[in-house]
C-alpha cells in the first residue's frame, strides 16, 4: 500500500495493530476519523489516554474499575458468599449480561498453561485462597474454559481449597441451545449424556 | 453490555464509532491495548494527533499530504501531462498498487449526487479545468466509480473541458480476472461485449 503522507502511513501502522484490523481497514478508519466532525477522533483519544492513566484494578476480584473497588464488589446488594472465578474481565461481562448471577467475581487472569509459561503463581489464586478463608466465602462457582488447562487450574484451586471446606461447583457443560446435535463434538455430547438433568414433569 | 467501569466504557464506545467496529470488537480493541506493554496505545494516541493537526492536503491534486506538495505531485519523474481523475485519496493508492499508471492524480472528493446534495461545485471540479488549462495537459482519465453518479460526473467534466480539446478516456469496464462469467451481472457483461478488444493472435 502506497502512502502519499508518511503521518498518514504512522496512523494506519498504529491502527493496524488493533486485534482484527488489517491495513486496509485501518486506512478505513484513519480517514472516517480525518473526514469526520464530530470530534470521534478526540473521544478516542480522550478514552485511551483515560484507561491508560486512571483506569485501576480492583483489589479485591481484580476487575477494571475507575476506584479501588469495583462497582460489583462494592455493591452491597449482591450476595457476599458465592464468589464465580473466571479467567478475564470480559468473561464478567459476559457472566452479568446473562442476569443469571448475583454473587461477586474473582479473576484470575488467565488458567494454568505450562506450555504457554503460566504457573499458578502467575495468577491470582492466593488472593482467592485469602478471600474463602476470610470473607465468609460458602461457594466457588468456577466457570473457567471448558479446555485442558482451564480443567487443570480448577483441579488446583480445588486442591488448594480443600482444608477450607468450602462448596465448589462447575457451570454445566453440555450442548447448546439453539446448535445442532450432530455436529456438536463428541467430547461435549458425551458429557452431557453422562451429565444428565433430571426433566421436571408438569 | 454491563461494564465495572465508566473509563474503560467510554474508551470502547469511542471506537465503537470506528466502520466496521461494534461494542464487542471495540471492547477487545481496548482490553487489547491496556493489556500491551508496546505502547501500541501510545502510538495509536500519537497517530491520531499527528494526522489532526499536521496533515495537509496536497494543494495541487487534493490528496492527503505532509507537506503543502504531495510526494506524486512533487515527483519529477511522473509524467506531467496525464491526470487521472478519482473520487478519494483511497483510489489514488489503490491505483499506485497496481503499478501501472506513472502520470498524476486529481481527486474530486466525491461524485455528482443531487439525491446526496452535492452538486459540482462541492467537487473539485473547477480546479480541474484549471490545471487543465494552464499545465499543457495531454490526457485526462476517468476513473471514478461506475455508477450513474459517476456517469453523470464524467458526463459533466468532458462538457466543460470540450473547449480545451483535451483527449479524454475512460478505464475499461469489464468482466473480472478471476470472476465466474455466470456471475457477472448483465450491465457488466453486456457493456464487455460490445467493448471487445481484438485478441493479438501471435
Request: net charge negative.
Amino acid at each position: 500500500m502506497k502512502f502519499s503522507s508518511t503521518l498518514l502511513e504512522n496512523a494506519v501502522n498504529a491502527f493496524s495493530k488493533l486485534p482484527g484490523v488489517g491495513r486496509k481497514s485501518a486506512l478505513r478508519m484513519v480517514l472516517h476519523l480525518l473526514k469526520d466532525q464530530t470530534q470521534k477522533s478526540e473521544k478516542i483519544i480522550q478514552g485511551l489516554l483515560d484507561v491508560n492513566e486512571k483506569l485501576k484494578t480492583c483489589k479485591i476480584c481484580y476487575n477494571y474499575s475507575d476506584d479501588d473497588v469495583c462497582m460489583i464488589c462494592s455493591d452491597e446488594h449482591r450476595l457476599k458468599n458465592v464468589l464465580c472465578v473466571v479467567e478475564s474481565i470480559r468473561d464478567v461481562m459476559a457472566i452479568e449480561d446473562t442476569q443469571q448471577f448475583s454473587g461477586r467475581y474473582h479473576i484470575l487472569g488467565g488458567v494454568i498453561s505450562p506450555l504457554d509459561g503460566v504457573g499458578p503463581d502467575d495468577l491470582n489464586i492466593d488472593t482467592l485462597i485469602q478471600r474463602v478463608r476470610h470473607d465468609n466465602i460458602e461457594e466457588i462457582i468456577m466457570a473457567v474454559s471448558p479446555s485442558i488447562e482451564g480443567e487443570t487450574t480448577t483441579f488446583y484451586i480445588s486442591k488448594k481449597l480443600k482444608p477450607l471446606e468450602v462448596k465448589i461447583s462447575l457451570i454445566a457443560r453440555g450442548v447448546s441451545f439453539g446448535g445442532d446435535l450432530e455436529y456438536a463434538d463428541e467430547l461435549t455430547l458425551g458429557r452431557s449424556i453422562v451429565s444428565r438433568t433430571p426433566y421436571l414433569q408438569s
